[in-house]
T-cell receptor, first 111, second 113 residues
Framework: KAGVTQTPRYLIKTRGQQVTLSCSPI?????VSWYQQTPGQGLQFLFE???????NKGNFPGRFSGRQFSNSRSEMNVSTLELGDSALYLC??????????FGEGSRLTVL | DQQVKQNSPSLSVQEGRISILNCDYT??????FLWYKKYPAEGPTFLIS?????DKNEDGRFTVFLNKSAKHLSLHIVPSQPGDSAVYFC????????????FGAGTRLAVHP
């Protein structure tokens, strides 16, 4: 089975711009969740989608949004980028067992 | 409010010895705990998990211990190998939390020959 695929792997944006990150889960996995990793903060939960519905949401501002398509692929969007949004964004898929399979992440740098 | 804490940012162990990584949590509703390992430039990979109905779970060289009264869990790696050098994250979730994991800040393990 192919693993979780995230695109793009690296990107650079400037403050005020918006960005869309994409995630293709492992085939058959209907749950996709997103995490933000910054130095010293560990991984912080952004949101989780299951069968195209947002099932859980973390404590992030409304500038962070996501969606899931009928083929379980997911996108997350960050609008009006701030310097503090620079991070590694990780997507994880699951068969709803609590065990997550992570992609390699999309590293976003905001200048 | 850090609900999952890994108070040791780093740990150095000699090859062949035991590595013990610790994790504390504050939310008594957590009932499922996991350990993930992360190498640079890669996503975290699942290592081992434990349900709150157990106090120990083993998988090869890895054992996780759970002390619910102390709200503490630990990961033991025996024997430690240089390939185990990575950042280890402790994570917790609640029933109904689905796949919302609360992670600790991680402990960087270095296993030296």
């Amino acid at each position: 089975k192919a693993g979780v695929t995230q695109t793009p792997r690296y990107l650079i944006k400037t403050r005020g711009q918006q960005v869309t990150l994409s995630c293709s889960p492992i085939s058959g996995h209907r749950s996709v969740s997103w995490y933000q990793q910054t130095p010293g903060q560990g991984l912080q939960f952004l949101f989780e989608y299951f069968s195209e519905t947002q099932r859980n949401k973390g404590n992030f501002p409304g500038r962070f949004s996501g969606r899931q398509f009928s083929n379980s692929r997911s996108e997350m969007n960050v609008s009006t980028l701030e310097l503090g949004d620079s991070a590694l964004y990780l997507c994880a898929s699951s068969e709803n067992t609590g065990e997550l399979f992570f992609g390699e992440g999309s590293r976003l740098t905001v200048l | 409010d850090q609900q999952v804490k890994q108070n040791s940012p780093s740990l150095s162990v000699q090859e062949g010895r035991i590595s013990i990584l610790n994790c504390d949590y504050t939310n008594s509703m957590f009932d499922y705990f996991l350990w993930y390992k992360k190498y640079p430039a890669e996503g975290p990979t699942f290592l081992i998990s434990i349900s709150s109905i157990k106090d120990k779970n083993e998988d090869g060289r890895f054992t996780v211990f759970l002390n619910k009264s102390a709200k503490h869990l630990s990961l033991h790696i025996v024997p430690s190998q240089p390939g185990d050098s990575a950042v280890y994250f402790c994570a917790a979730s609640t029933s109904g939390g689905y796949n919302k994991l609360i992670f600790g800040a991680g402990t960087r393990l270095a296993v030296h020959p």
